[in-house]
């Protein structure tokens, strides 16, 4: 069983009632909640006097202590860099990290502040002005610089996210992928990324924050800036350019012309954490190693729970972009990404 279908399987199952339980009895905290998405956890917004105040966070069963305590201090790393991101709340224990599971079975919960904004996704890709998309890259960047030193046992751990295992985890997904053209274009791009088995290694590896897609990002009421990062659960010791190009790859869903996007958002990044040549020269294959990983995943995932949107939510625009991208020579690409310089 792969991990991510494993943890489908072993994902909370906390009703909303179970939940505001849970907030008054360890946080003193008294409010209406609402479910809120997650592929491995269980998620609720608390609302406090009509306004959402909290995030109440269970996690999987097989979540590890060491890795809540990797991405709390993460958290704090990134906040005390101007990274926007949330702040744990501590419980009435004085732990920030608590064991609320029943029947043997660990479920540890922890609360965060809220950010206000709203997510990146509710601006369709064709309205987002420029300078908001190098804000984006300007912030991650400030993440990949900020979190590039961090070290955490937890950072080290095996992780089908991470850029290192993307050819091995497609190639054992791959045959769920049942469509014929779809088939086609993923076999394309397998052939395609082989050459990223030697030049991964090589390049420069630090902590990323791994998952800023345009639900994790929020940005300002205005949206001409970003205004929030969300979610450390996928943040992993990988390749630095990776950061960029998960973001990239995200934002170029649905976009008229995917390379400017990803150029803009290069740029940007660029102000913060500055590429080296070897870099720059793989993040459309990084972009579409992040894409054949979700769409292979996907269609394994679906097997499982035909039912969960959530799992499969960014399949289709996936698929579009990897299509786009598959016959534009490496090269071009590159140079077409590193035409806006910071």
């Not at 590039?148 to 080290?156: K, R, T």
Request: proline letters at 6%; hydrophobic letters at 50%.
């Amino acid at each position: 069983m792969s991990e991510l279908v494993g943890a489908v399987l072993t994902r909370p199952r906390v009703d909303p009632a179970a939940a505001r339980a849970i907030l008054a009895r360890h946080w003193a905290i008294d409010g209406d909640v609402r479910p809120l998405p997650s592929e491995r956890d269980q998620n609720f917004a608390v609302v406090v006097d009509g306004q959402d105040r909290f995030v109440l966070k269970l996690s999987n069963a097989t979540e590890d202590a060491a890795f809540l305590d990797f991405q709390q201090k993460a958290m704090a790393r990134l906040v005390a860099t101007g990274v926007p991101c949330q702040v744990p709340v501590v419980a009435l224990d004085g732990r920030e990290v608590l064991d609320v599971g029943s029947d043997g079975r660990s479920t540890l919960a922890r609360v965060l502040t809220w950010l206000p904004g709203r997510p990146l996704a509710t601006i369709p890709a064709a309205d987002r002005p420029e300078p908001l998309l190098r804000d984006l890259g300007r912030v991650m960047g400030r993440a990949a610089t900020a979190l590039g030193s961090f070290e955490h046992p937890a950072a080290h751990r095996p992780f089908q996210w991470e850029a290192g295992r993307g050819l091995e985890v497609i190639a054992a997904h791959a045959p769920a992928v049942v469509d014929v053209e779809r088939g086609g274009l993923l076999r394309r791009w397998i052939d395609r990324l082989g050459r990223l088995d030697d030049s991964l290694p090589g390049l420069r590896h630090g902590v990323i924050h791994n998952d800023a897609n345009d639900h994790n990002v929020l940005v300002d009421e205005a949206g001409t800036a970003i205004a929030g990062l969300l979610d450390l659960g996928d943040a992993v010791h990988s390749v630095v350019a990776n950061e960029l190009a998960v973001t990239a790859a995200y934002a170029a869903f649905g976009a008229p012309d995917p390379l400017a996007v990803v150029a803009t958002i290069r740029a940007g990044f660029e102000e913060t954490c500055p590429l080296r040549d070897d870099e720059r020269g793989v993040v459309v294959e990084l972009i579409a190693l992040r894409l054949a990983t979700s769409v292979a995943l996907s269609a394994h995932q679906s097997r499982l729970d035909p039912d969960d949107a959530y799992l499969t939510a960014s399949e289709a625009p996936a698929w579009a972009l990897l299509a786009a991208l598959i016959d534009i020579e490496p090269a071009a690409a590159a140079s077409r990404i590193a035409a806006s310089r910071p």
